[in-house]
C-alpha cells in the first residue's frame, strides 16, 4: 500500500483563536469574518482601521422609515464624489460604494429606492477618507445607512439592537432627518420622533463617559422642495411646525442647525398593479444636500 504524506495544517487553528475586535461594538469575531456575529457590522471596517494611522469617526444618519435618508445619503455620496474642489472623498472598501449605486441607479430608472431592511446584516455602509482644505489632515469617516423602525425599536426598547446603541454612542456628531412636506400638512408624527430621538441621544455616553450633547446635531427638513418655505428660513420653519423638538435642540444641544435639502424637483403618483400608489421622481434637482455635512465635519 503506497503511504500518503498529509500535510499537517493545524496551524490553522490558531488564527482562530485570536479575537478581532468589531470596530463598532468592540466584541471579537474570527479573523476571517464578513459580519460581526453581533452587530452584524462589517467587520472589513476592523480590518481597514487598522491598517490607517487615522482613527475613523463615526457620523449617524438618522430618521424615521421614508424619510428619505438612503436617497439623501447616497446623494450626498455622489455629488461630493464628483465636486472634489469643494470637498474631496474617496471611498474605502468597494462595499462603501454601494449604498451610492444602489440609489443613482434607481433615481435614473425614475423611481425611488426601496426602504432600507430592518436586518442589520442587510445594512449598507459607507466608509470614506475626506479632504478639505479648512483641515491639513484628512477624515476617516464611517457612515451606516440604517433602518428607520430599528432606530425607532431602539429608542422605544434600548438594548433591543446592540449595534445601534454602541454606535451611536461612538458618533462624532449626527444628521437627523424630518419630512417637511408632513410637518407642513400639519401631522406631529415627525415632531413626535425627533424628540424621543433627541431625548435618547442626550442620555448616551461614550466609553470614557463623555456627554452626546456636546456633540454636532444637523437637523435636515427632508422632502423641502415639496414645501418651499423650508429653504428661505429651515429655522423659523421648525420651530413653528415642530415646536417640541426646537424646544429639545434649545435646551440640550447647545451646537445644533437646521437646515433643508430635497432632492427631487418634482413628484408623482402612480398605481402600480400589486403595491398601489407610489411615489415617482419627475426630475431630480438636489438642493441643501452637502451644507448640513459640510457644517458638522467643520465641527467635528
Not at 482562530?16 to 468592540?26: A, K, L, R, T
Not at 462589517?42 to 480590518?47: E, Q, R, S
Not at 437627523?176 to 424621543?196: C, N, P, T
Not at 429653504?231 to 426646537?246: I, K, Q, Y
Request: proline share 6%; aromatic share 8%; hydrophobic share 40%.
Amino acid at each position: 500500500m503506497p503511504k500518503v504524506v498529509q500535510p499537517m495544517e493545524s496551524y490553522r487553528l490558531a488564527q482562530y483563536s485570536v479575537q478581532v475586535p468589531c470596530f463598532v461594538c468592540g466584541e471579537g469575531n474570527a479573523f476571517d469574518a464578513e459580519l460581526c456575529r453581533h452587530c452584524f457590522a462589517p467587520m472589513a471596517l476592523a480590518h481597514q482601521a487598522n491598517t490607517h494611522k487615522l482613527r475613523p469617526q463615526m457620523l449617524a444618519v438618522i430618521g424615521t422609515s421614508g424619510v428619505g435618508k438612503t436617497v439623501f445619503l447616497g446623494m450626498l455620496l455622489d455629488m461630493l464624489s464628483r465636486q472634489a474642489q469643494r470637498m474631496q472623498i474617496l471611498a474605502r472598501g468597494a462595499f462603501s460604494i454601494t449604498l451610492q449605486q444602489t440609489v443613482i441607479g434607481a433615481l435614473s430608472r425614475g423611481e425611488f429606492p426601496a426602504k432600507t431592511p430592518n436586518e442589520p446584516d442587510r445594512w449598507n455602509w459607507v466608509h470614506c477618507q475626506i479632504r478639505t482644505a479648512a483641515k491639513r489632515d484628512p477624515i476617516e469617516l464611517i457612515v451606516p445607512d440604517m433602518a428607520g423602525e430599528a432606530v425607532l425599536e431602539e429608542i422605544e426598547h434600548p438594548q433591543s439592537f446592540l449595534g445601534i446603541r454602541r454606535l451611536l454612542c461612538k458618533c462624532s456628531g449626527a444628521i437627523v432627518l424630518i419630512d417637511a412636506a408632513e410637518m407642513s400638512g400639519g401631522l406631529r408624527d415627525q415632531d413626535y420622533f425627533a424628540m424621543k430621538l433627541v431625548s435618547y441621544l442626550s442620555e448616551l455616553r461614550d466609553d470614557e463617559g463623555r456627554a452626546w450633547s456636546d456633540r454636532p446635531l444637523a437637523i435636515v427638513l427632508s422632502k423641502a422642495d415639496r414645501c418651499e418655505t423650508c429653504f428661505d428660513d429651515p429655522t423659523t420653519f421648525a420651530r413653528r411646525s415642530a415646536e417640541g423638538l426646537w424646544e429639545h435642540c434649545q435646551e440640550r444641544f447647545p451646537n445644533h442647525r437646521f437646515f433643508a435639502a430635497g432632492v427631487a424637483g418634482a413628484c408623482v403618483s402612480h398605481f402600480v398593479r400589486g403595491v398601489g400608489h407610489v411615489i415617482a421622481p419627475l426630475r431630480i434637482e438636489p438642493r441643501g444636500i452637502i451644507e448640513p455635512f459640510e457644517w458638522l465635519v467643520r465641527k467635528m
